[in-house]
């Protein structure tokens, strides 16, 4: 069967490049190898969808050009999104600064767009595997065990490799590389920590020791946010922030007393209770069972009175830029991004054509561009699915 569009991955991107493709007169067929659509919106934001982030800007999201991304997003603007929600009547609300949730529950997101692809036409159709694709004069043929479909368009929407079991597959990769485009090294990211070894030994049966914030450091960059200590690791907002900065052998800090002059919260304990351990002082700063650990483990405790302002000065300069050696990511089984992926070099940024095979789209988390925690991904899916959707 002849269409205008393929779409492969009834995801965020997908659906998106579909609707505005569909709402401009073009046949579109989206095909996706799961049994439902939108699996990862419906698992986002805890089941209620971190849709936007109205601060997004280009600086919000990783990749070797981190110029790509500026056109798309400049097109298709939080607000625009906004549009689509409130038409819909989807009640939402703002978390933290710019981070957009649905009040009741992210099936809404996705029924949004599912009927706004029913109102433009767009046919799509669940389990339907792509088991082979030719480009020819006409453009490209799709085979699958429903029959071979054709189109002069081909949008990859296909996402990257984070939780296997909501679909995620490799399939965008070899897609990419089959046409002649360079596929970027690809890594887990916004994905817990592990520790291993005596790294996690000394920080052994803290699970479940949160922290509200922490400022991360890493490769240059910093957030601050909760932290968590996990069975294996560390987690929390802060880690998996930084973990898209992370890689093994990359030197991680951590200021477990941010924005304050933690040298003179001590002197100040110091003159309050000079008799107190310092351990007990500095449960006062930090959580309990966290300060009793640093005390056995790395800074002995003596009473408050004991201590020379050189020493608090050295204890204070130690906690803001805490080392933290980790062995590792809980990887893509629980990352909720791919870092890496479809260069962009070799796509066109206004389009998201490439720039090697006319006709083939890439568009979402399959391509070499990755947000921040905090809505910045569906951003990327919804502008990234609507500069294609006004091209095919
Ligand atoms: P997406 O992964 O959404 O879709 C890809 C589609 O392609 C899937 O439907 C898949 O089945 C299909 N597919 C894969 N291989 C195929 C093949 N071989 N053949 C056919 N179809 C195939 N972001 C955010 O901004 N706010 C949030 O709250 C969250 N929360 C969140 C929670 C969890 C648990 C995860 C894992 C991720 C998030 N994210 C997020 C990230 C966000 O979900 C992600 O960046 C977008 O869904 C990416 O959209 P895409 O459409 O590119 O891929």
Redesign the pocket.
């Given at each position: 069967m002849e269409f205008d569009a393929i779409v492969?991955?009834?995801?965020?991107?997908?659906l998106m490049t579909a609707i505005v493709a569909g709402q401009r007169g073009r046949r579109v067929l989206v095909?996706?190898?799961?049994n439902k659509?939108?699996?990862?919106?419906l698992?986002?934001?805890g089941g209620r969808?971190?849709f936007t982030n109205t601060n997004t800007t280009p600086a919000n999201f990783l990749g070797r050009n981190p110029h790509f991304c500026k056109s798309a997003l400049a097109r298709y603007t939080p607000w625009h999104f906004i549009e689509m929600v409130e038409k819909h009547r989807i009640k939402y609300h703002e978390k933290s600064p710019g981070q957009l949730f649905c009040d009741e529950s992210s099936k809404l997101i996705l029924r949004m767009l599912l009927d706004e692809c029913a109102a433009s036409g767009v046919r799509v159709e669940l389990n339907t595997?792509?088991t082979r694709i030719r480009a020819g004069e006409g453009g490209f043929g799709c085979d699958t065990p429903l029959g071979r479909f054709s189109a002069p368009s081909l949008v990859i929407?296909?996402?990257g490799l984070?939780?296997p079991s909501?679909?995620?597959?490799g399939?965008g990769y070899d897609v990419a590389k089959q046409f002649g485009h360079a596929v970027l090294p690809v890594r887990a990211g916004l994905v817990p920590l592990t520790l291993s070894g005596k790294h996690q030994e000394r920080y052994d049966g803290l699970a479940g020791v949160a922290l509200p914030e922490v400022e991360a450091r890493a490769g240059g960059s910093h957030f601050r946010d909760a932290l968590l200590f996990t069975h294996r690791g560390i987690s929390g907002p802060a880690i998996l922030q930084i973990s898209s900065y992370w890689e093994p052998g990359v030197d991680l800090r951590l200021d477990l007393l941010p924005g304050m002059d933690a040298c003179e919260a001590l002197r100040q304990g110091r003159e309050e209770r000079p008799a107190a351990e310092f351990r007990t002082v500095l449960s006062g700063l930090l959580p309990r069972r966290l300060a009793e650990r640093l005390c056995e483990v790395w800074l002995p405790s003596k009473p408050m009175r004991q201590y020379r302002d050189a020493e608090l000065k050295d204890i204070a300069a130690q906690l803001q830029d805490w080392p933290i050696v980790a062995s590792g990511t809980e990887g893509y089984r629980t990352a909720?991004?791919t870092l890496g992926g479809v260069d962009t070099d070799e796509v066109s940024s206004s389009t998201l054509m490439s720039k090697r095979q006319p006709g083939l789209f890439f568009v979402?988390?399959?391509l070499d561009v990755t947000?921040h925690l905090g809505?910045?991904?569906?951003q990327w899916?919804w502008a990234s699915g609507n500069a294609a959707g006004q091209a095919v």
């Amino acid at each position: 069967m002849e269409f205008d569009a393929i779409v492969i991955g009834a995801g965020a991107a997908g659906l998106m490049t579909a609707i505005v493709a569909g709402q401009r007169g073009r046949r579109v067929l989206v095909l996706d190898h799961a049994n439902k659509a939108g699996k990862k919106i419906l698992m986002s934001g805890g089941g209620r969808c971190n849709f936007t982030n109205t601060n997004t800007t280009p600086a919000n999201f990783l990749g070797r050009n981190p110029h790509f991304c500026k056109s798309a997003l400049a097109r298709y603007t939080p607000w625009h999104f906004i549009e689509m929600v409130e038409k819909h009547r989807i009640k939402y609300h703002e978390k933290s600064p710019g981070q957009l949730f649905c009040d009741e529950s992210s099936k809404l997101i996705l029924r949004m767009l599912l009927d706004e692809c029913a109102a433009s036409g767009v046919r799509v159709e669940l389990n339907t595997p792509v088991t082979r694709i030719r480009a020819g004069e006409g453009g490209f043929g799709c085979d699958t065990p429903l029959g071979r479909f054709s189109a002069p368009s081909l949008v990859i929407a296909t996402g990257g490799l984070s939780i296997p079991s909501l679909g995620a597959s490799g399939f965008g990769y070899d897609v990419a590389k089959q046409f002649g485009h360079a596929v970027l090294p690809v890594r887990a990211g916004l994905v817990p920590l592990t520790l291993s070894g005596k790294h996690q030994e000394r920080y052994d049966g803290l699970a479940g020791v949160a922290l509200p914030e922490v400022e991360a450091r890493a490769g240059g960059s910093h957030f601050r946010d909760a932290l968590l200590f996990t069975h294996r690791g560390i987690s929390g907002p802060a880690i998996l922030q930084i973990s898209s900065y992370w890689e093994p052998g990359v030197d991680l800090r951590l200021d477990l007393l941010p924005g304050m002059d933690a040298c003179e919260a001590l002197r100040q304990g110091r003159e309050e209770r000079p008799a107190a351990e310092f351990r007990t002082v500095l449960s006062g700063l930090l959580p309990r069972r966290l300060a009793e650990r640093l005390c056995e483990v790395w800074l002995p405790s003596k009473p408050m009175r004991q201590y020379r302002d050189a020493e608090l000065k050295d204890i204070a300069a130690q906690l803001q830029d805490w080392p933290i050696v980790a062995s590792g990511t809980e990887g893509y089984r629980t990352a909720e991004v791919t870092l890496g992926g479809v260069d962009t070099d070799e796509v066109s940024s206004s389009t998201l054509m490439s720039k090697r095979q006319p006709g083939l789209f890439f568009v979402g988390e399959v391509l070499d561009v990755t947000g921040h925690l905090g809505g910045y991904n569906f951003q990327w899916a919804w502008a990234s699915g609507n500069a294609a959707g006004q091209a095919v």
